[in-house]
Every structure is written in C-alpha cells, then in structure tokens.
C-alpha cells in the first residue's frame, strides 16, 4: 500500500507562483513513476506533468514552460513548481504513482493517488 499526501495549494493571483508537494510512503519509491492531474469544476481529471523512475519527465503542452515536476528519492517526495499561475490552472491537483515506473498520461492507468490540494488563480 502506498500512501500520498499533497500540500501547498493555496490561494494566488494570476503571475504568482506556488510550489505543490506530494509525500509518498513505501520503500521503493524510486521504482515508481509519479505523476500530478488536475480537475476542475465540472471538467474531467487531466493529465499535467510526469516524472518517471529514470526520471524521464512530460508535461501537457499547457504547462509547459510554466511547470515543473521533480523529485527527491531519498525524501520520498515529488515537487510541482507553477510558475506564471492563470486562471485556467485553477483546479484540485492530484499526485499518483504509478508502480510499473514507466509514466502515461492515463489517469486510469495509475495506482495509487492522493487526496488533492486545491489551487485557486484569481484573476
């Protein structure tokens, strides 16, 4: 069993930043691929950044240049830095871990998820 914890949401304006992040217990959390979705009101979970065990990383094209995902093996955590915050990112923010290690931007495809953090971008 693998249990995640996210923090850092919050409440900011359009430009700022925020620092997410998501600890995760178990022992092999190097084999893990670690991802981080969003979903907001009324829209389908969506895919945001990955970060897989080589550390092979993606973003959704939304993101990018914006985002980005790391992590600290030895402290069993995963980062998402959100630069340059909209509106639009404005959603909850789920990590999941993904025990095979390799990544997909398939939300179903993940094993384990966290309670989500919510992010408000005011305008």
């Known amino acids: 069993q693998v249990q995640l914890v996210e923090s850092g949401g919050g409440l900011v304006q359009t430009g700022d930043s925020l620092r997410l992040s998501c600890a995760a217990s178990?022992?092999?959390?190097?084999?893990?691929?670690m991802a981080w979705f969003r979903q907001a009101p009324g829209n389908e979970r969506e895919f945001v950044a990955s970060?897989?065990?080589?550390?092979?990383?993606d973003y959704d094209d939304s993101v990018k240049d914006r985002f980005t995902i790391s992590r600290d093996n030895a402290k069993n955590v995963v980062y998402l830095q959100m630069n340059s915050l909209k509106p639009e990112d404005t959603a909850v923010y789920y990590c999941?871990?993904?025990?095979?290690?390799?990544?997909?931007?398939?939300?179903?495809?993940?094993?384990?998820w966290g309670q989500g953090t919510q992010v408000t971008v005011s305008a």
């Open positions: 999941a871990a993904l025990l095979k290690g390799y990544a997909s931007r398939r939300s179903n495809e993940y094993d384990y």
């Open positions: 178990g022992r092999t959390f190097a084999r893990y691929a």
């Open positions: 970060i897989n065990w080589s550390g092979f990383i």
